[in-house]
């Protein structure tokens, strides 16, 4: 069902004390002033156990960054789906731009991860978005439906359940928005993508999440938009009175 989310993806930054410190003073303020947004802290794998056992669930929703597209075996030094949700968490990062540049995960794999994420009752948070040089020459809007496109093999149910966070590459972490405009027209270009292959009611019912250097000065311009359902927040969500700025666009 369509909602309004602010997630926050530490990415790899925090000792576990320091973010079990930051995850409990984003319980403790949501606990003065209620969300009107589902919020989600996507913290990494050795954080996970540690952070579900500071957040009340109704408050603070718990995300892994990541998860391996094998169920399990020997492929060491990986986390599988089933651990992550063995943890407490409920939703998944896949896709990520830095995995998908860094460490050259592919659209195959990344259908194989959220299968995996949702055999194992996990939700997906789905990551897609242009490069710079994608965005200038105009070939973005492709670029994003084959990336969305990559998930067309999942049934309505399942892609039902997925997140879409939109995060133009060239604005993660840069301090460079897109604009509240460019924002909005990629979000509705994604719903019509996905109206054209699960129908209206599917593609109405996604929440679509914008990412990419969202902060508590922008936020509400940005998530006024009818196709802009939230926001995926990386630096921001370093700090709890910056992330709880950005919760607060909501109301
Ligand atoms: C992200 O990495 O998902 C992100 C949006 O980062 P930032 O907010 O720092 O641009």
Redesign the pocket.
């Known amino acids: 069902m369509r909602k309004n989310i602010v997630a926050g ?1 530490w ?1 790899m930054n925090t000792t576990l004390d320091e973010g079990v410190e930051l995850a409990n003073n984003v319980n403790t303020l949501l606990k003065e002033k209620k969300a009107n947004c589902e919020v989600i802290v996507c913290v990494p794998f050795t954080h996970l156990t540690s952070v579900n056992a500071v957040i009340e669930p109704e408050l603070v929703k718990l995300g892994a960054e990541n998860c391996s597209e094998h169920a399990k075996g020997a492929y060491t030094g990986e986390v599988s789906a089933s651990m992550v949700k063995s943890t407490g968490a409920q939703y998944v990062i896949l896709g ?3 995995r998908r540049q860094y460490f050259g995960e592919n659209n195959e794999q990344l259908l194989a991860k959220t299968k995996l994420a949702l055999e194992n009752g996990l939700l997906p948070i789905f ?1 897609v978005g242009e490069v710079l040089e994608e965005r200038e020459n105009g070939s973005y809007n492709d670029v994003v439906r084959g990336q969305v496109e990559a998930l067309f093999s999942l049934t309505p149910e399942e892609f039902g359940k997925i997140v879409i ?1 939109y ?1 133009p590459v060239w ?4 301090g460079k928005t897109a604009t509240s405009d460019q924002a909005e027209d990629m979000h509705a270009h994604i719903r019509k993508v996905i109206a054209e292959k699960y129908g209206q009611e599917v593609a109405d019912n996604s929440s679509i999440l914008y ?4 902060k508590p000065s922008n936020a509400k311009e940005l998530f006024a938009k009818p196709n802009v359902d939230g926001g ?6 370093l700090k709890a009175e910056d992330f709880m700025g950005i919760i607060e666009a909501f109301g």
């Open positions: 993806n990415k990520h731009s830095e990551c966070a995060e604005a993660i972490g840069t990412g990419g250097s969202c995926l927040i990386g630096g921001a969500s």
